[in-house]
């Protein structure tokens, strides 16, 4: 089926749910990484098959109180728990700040369920990002946390993501899709919205004009039927919507969570196929990030060779994959794009929605 599928690929054909479970159930991983690099090549045209994109990005989670349950979170704690917190719109402006200071362009926002720092709190947080720092882009929010904003409110979906563009919002992050097969949902994240929400939500945010992103997290329990019907279910929400940028296949990190030894960890070997696997699949993304705070630096640069060409940014204070055992630190300019050169591609560092700010040829 090798041959059939890369035939596919060439004449740019949508690859079946079957021949994404014939390269699943495949141990020839090099043939499988070989057609996600030929995918990405078609996909990304001759000129810019061998871009990789990094940006220069600041993560802000101004809280870790959240009333849901999910037992593969280490980040959350409940309202009176030892270690739970929630910044003042200050000491967030000082985070920002701080990560101005660094070069970053871009803030990721996202935070625990928290019904003391919900959509009031979160326009006063934007609006005033916006007012000390005008040309900073502010990706923020998971569709689960605007379900959770308008249900608070009594607002529709539409009303939510309005009140925070207008306080400043400019794109979304891919967070909290999970896996959406809804038996993986119930046993693992039983209090996040269902999988047709979570598309909804994207659908709307795409119609008002916001860019955003989507993940898939694996590890949780899902078998690879799960991880295929996800991709295609986003893959259909893209051909109605057509607002999703990038896809970020994620992996489960255990430390202090419950769902530690109770699953069958994923391997790196699983981790390049998710990256080789959904570039064929998501014909209609352009982009597949290999998230080097989930993957760590080595395999995420390997993850270039199998069909990733976004290696996502400088990432400073992230805080939610920190929590279970994640290594903790921001990458310079210089080593993430000597990284990308490195695996002999060329680093071209980009703003939040892939415009280019510079291509470096040397």
């Not at 769902?259 to 998710?274: H, M, Q, R, Y």
């Amino acid at each position: 089926m090798f041959p059939r599928i890369k035939e596919k690929i060439l004449n740019k054909e949508r690859i079946t749910s079957e021949e994404g479970l014939f390269l699943y159930n495949s141990n020839n991983l090099l043939t499988v990484g070989s057609l996600g690099k030929l995918a990405r090549e078609v996909k990304s045209g001759s000129e810019r098959s061998k871009w990789v994109y990094w940006n220069k990005n600041l993560h802000l989670n101004p809280t870790n109180v959240c009333i849901g349950h999910c037992n593969f979170c280490a980040f959350a704690k409940l309202p009176n728990e030892k270690g739970a917190y929630t910044y003042t719109i200050d000491e967030s402006l000082e985070k920002v700040r701080k990560g101005i200071s660094g070069g970053a362009n871009e803030v990721h926002i996202v935070g625990g369920l928290n019904p003391k720092a919900a959509l009031p709190y979160y326009v006063d947080l934007l609006k005033a990002i916006k007012k000390n720092y005008p040309k900073l882009h502010i990706k923020a929010f998971t569709a689960v946390e605007i379900e959770f904003f308008a249900k608070l409110t009594k607002l529709s979906y539409e009303e939510t993501l309005k009140q925070l563009m207008n306080a400043g919002l400019d794109s979304m992050p891919g967070g909290g899709a999970e896996i959406f097969s809804k038996s993986v949902r119930d046993d693992t994240c039983p209090d996040k919205i269902p999988a047709e929400k979570w598309l909804e939500i994207h659908g709307t945010a795409h119609k008002l004009g916001l860019k955003s992103n989507a993940t898939m997290l694996c590890g949780i329990g899902e078998e690879v039927e799960d991880r295929l019907d996800h991709m295609i279910q986003l893959r259909e929400q893209q051909d109605k919507s057509g607002g999703f940028q990038t896809f970020i296949p994620l992996h489960c990190h255990y430390e202090d969570t419950e769902i530690a030894g109770t699953v069958e960890p994923i391997t790196a070997f699983d981790s390049l196929k998710n990256i080789a696997i959904s570039r064929i699949m998501l014909d209609n993304f352009d982009h597949i990030k290999a998230y080097w705070i989930q993957l760590g630096v080595g395999l995420a640069q390997l993850a270039l060779s199998f069909g990733a060409n976004d290696l996502d940014g400088t990432v400073q204070e992230e805080s939610i994959t920190n929590a279970a055992g994640a290594e903790k630190r921001g990458l310079e300019k210089d080593f993430i794009q000597g990284l990308i050169k490195d695996a002999s591609y060329t680093p071209v560092e980009r703003d939040t929605v892939y415009n280019v700010l510079e291509v470096s040829n040397c």
